[in-house]
């Protein structure tokens, strides 16, 4: 089963992804920055991007088991940002 979540912030496009055989990798505009394969705990995905004013913004993204299946929290420069489930 596939998972993938994305979010956009000032034209760069953050994509989550997570797959039960695969892994879950972490995408800033179609490049991968991050990458876990990890079975049996939450993992923490890292990652960075550049604003228009050219400073660095940090990226961490969580995926979480929940009862239902699974859900993501995505933050830049520790503030959460919205993420929209595409599949």
Not at 2 to 8: H, L, Q, R, V, Y
Not at 61 to 75: D, M, S
Request: contains cysteine; hydrophobic residues 40%; negative net charge.
């Amino acid at each position: 089963m596939k998972s993938i979540w994305e979010a956009t912030l000032e034209d760069n496009v953050i994509r989550i992804e997570n797959n039960w055989f695969a892994g879950e990798k972490l995408f800033v505009n179609e490049k991968l920055q991050d990458f876990q394969v990890n079975y049996f705990s939450s993992p923490i995905l890292t990652g960075h991007l550049k604003n228009s004013e050219g400073n660095k913004l940090r990226i961490k993204a969580n995926i979480i088991q929940e009862f239902f299946g699974l859900n993501c929290v995505l933050f830049i420069d520790d503030e959460q940002i919205p993420l929209k489930k595409v599949k």
